[in-house]
């Protein structure tokens, strides 16, 4: 067992779920003798984890899989994703997207995610189909899609969204303005007051690329980060996505601000948008989670990738190879995440009283023998195949990497579908 904090490997332990709470954890042979009439499920060769936890990702956007690849973010937005979007997402396009988006994270041991797209209601019920949690970011723009006309509509039907969401035990709200390019001042003050007003975080994109800076210099004199700033956006309520682009004072500003980061490797990667300088954000005390980005632009919700490119990049870009051990990178999908959603003292380690989100990775295979120290095989080894079971508040949503709540073979017909209305078809 890998409880992620404290930072050590439990070997021949035992954690006793009672409801969706962990009732406790101990060995094996004392878990037998206290609780000899438990149903117990034998995981002789697995790690048993925290589930992982997505930061950053736009989940419905999987079924724009691969429909726009090898561009730069601007293009790749106005050209294509957006266009695609104004002709297709609805709430039965984002429901079916939601779904597909939740048992691939599923199949990898993700738990939860913190998403930012149209249409909330619609990705709820996909996730509470699917048995998983999530975190819904209530979108705010100026222009206007098929979910809203203005950000005036945006915020309305945020607060609704948020009225019918408040008490459910597996889907909850941020509040999430897109990015300072696609935001106004006003809307971002009313952005900062509904989070403030409703304790709920605040998600957005920033800095992502360099256009986007050298833009608000010439139509605001001033970069996005400072711009944020004055506005009050830049708090501890924030999940700033990316932050590739930071100059020194910038970093300083997200440490003694405490804003979380979510940092998207393979996504910033593939959209050429530059290397986020995430090993000297950690020194600093900034807390760094990990996200996907959506699959319109990564191509994979897979975390263990991420977890893995994320801890090998941070060592080159800092030109230390200690920097992000395996440790710490997993701490980044796990505790991490939990913490900047809020949600640090129910989820994010394996612990007495934390709700009962777990993963077990088989590491028998080939491919991950022989096994030193399980940390690092979990980082720099295994992948999302090796997760063979996976538990959302007690509940066993996927059982022998079989997902007990989804007809996989339905989605995959209904992705089909779409893919031929993407594609301009019937």
Not at 279 to 286: K, Q, T
Not at 305 to 328: D, G, H, M, Y
Not at 409 to 421: I, Y
Request: net charge negative; with cysteine.
């Amino acid at each position: 067992m890998v409880p992620v904090e404290p930072d050590t490997v439990l070997e021949s332990h035992a954690v006793v779920i009672r409801g969706i709470t962990i009732d406790a954890v101990l060995p094996v042979a004392d878990a037998q003798a206290r609780f000899p009439h438990a149903v117990r499920v034998p995981l002789p060769s697995h790690a048993l984890i925290p589930g992982l936890i997505n930061l950053h990702t736009h989940a419905a956007m999987s079924l724009l899989r691969g429909s726009a690849d090898d561009l730069p973010l601007r293009v790749w937005l106005s050209e294509h994703i957006w266009p695609a979007e104004s002709r297709l997402v609805s709430n039965a396009f984002v429901h079916d997207g939601t779904l597909l988006a939740a048992a691939e994270m599923l199949r990898g041991g993700v738990t939860c995610f913190h998403d930012m797209y149209f249409f909330p209601l619609a990705a709820a019920d996909a996730a509470r189909q699917a048995g998983m949690r999530a975190v819904l970011g209530v979108t705010i723009l100026e222009f206007p899609t098929p979910y809203a006309a203005n950000a005036s509509e945006y915020l309305g039907l945020g607060r609704a969204v948020l009225d019918q969401l408040t008490g459910d035990p597996l889907v909850s709200c941020s509040v999430a303005p897109h990015a300072p390019y696609t935001v106004s001042d006003a809307s971002f003050t009313a952005a900062v007051q509904f989070a403030d007003d409703a304790d709920l975080p605040l998600h957005l994109h920033v800095h992502e690329t360099d256009d986007e800076i050298h833009e608000s210099l010439a139509a605001h004199g001033m970069r996005p980060l400072a711009r944020l700033n004055a506005l009050g956006v830049v708090s501890a309520r924030l999940v700033a996505a990316h932050c590739v682009h930071l100059d020194d004072g910038e970093r300083d500003l997200l440490a003694s601000a405490g804003v979380h980061v979510a940092h998207c490797p393979a996504a910033n990667f593939k959209l050429a948008s530059g290397i986020a300088p995430i090993a000297d954000l950690c020194a600093r005390g900034v807390n760094v989670g990990i996200g996907t980005d959506g699959a319109a632009s990564n191509n994979r919700l897979d975390l263990w990738s991420e977890l893995r490119l994320a801890s090998l990049v941070a060592k080159v870009a800092a030109n230390r190879a200690e920097a992000v051990p395996a440790a710490q990178a997993l701490a980044m999908v796990t505790i991490h995440p939990a913490r900047a959603l809020g949600m640090g003292d129910r989820l994010g380690s394996i612990a007495a009283g934390k709700e009962a989100d777990l993963a077990a990775v088989d590491l028998s295979a080939v491919e991950v023998q022989p096994c030193f120290d399980p940390r690092s095989h979990l980082v720099y080894a295994a992948g999302r195949e090796h997760v063979t079971d996976v538990w959302v508040r007690g509940e066993r949503v996927m059982a022998h990497r079989i997902l007990t709540n989804v007809d996989t073979a339905d989605l995959v017909a209904r992705a089909s579908t779409w893919a031929r209305k993407v594609s301009g078809g019937a």
